[in-house]
């Protein structure tokens, strides 16, 4: 997730937003993160309950990320997370903005 947060400074300006899903059910460690690095975009948490992320978006794999129209369909998405792969974002956001 800290790897987001230049993403979010660069495009929030533009309309761009980013709303992450902790979804490993340990919301002391998301807490930590989100202090320790500074983050400033929204983080939800998915309880088994909602189980949203795994049932609505059939998400399996973590990290997943999607880029989400302003229509609310899903525009692109990526599984993973590598180094390099936020260039590769960007590109995405670029396209869509």
């Known amino acids: 997730m800290p790897r987001l947060q ?3 400074e660069t495009y929030r300006d533009r309309g761009f937003d980013i709303v992450a899903v902790e ?4 919301t ?3 807490k930590k993160l989100i202090a320790d690095k500074g ?3 929204t983080l939800l948490e998915d309880t ?3 189980n949203v992320v795994r049932g609505t978006f059939g998400v399996h794999e973590f990290p ?3 880029l989400i129209g302003r229509d609310g369909r899903v525009m692109y998405y990526h599984l993973g997370f590598d180094p ?4 590769r974002l960007a590109e995405e956001i ?3 903005l």
């Open 84 to 87: 390099g792969d936020e260039e």
């Open 39 to 41: 983050l400033t975009f």
């Open 23 to 26: 979804a490993t059910h340990d």
């Open 48 to 50: 088994d309950e909602a």
């Open 6 to 8: 230049p993403l979010y």
């Open 64 to 66: 997943t990320s999607f």
């Open 94 to 96: 670029e396209t869509l």
């Open 28 to 30: 002391e460690r998301a």
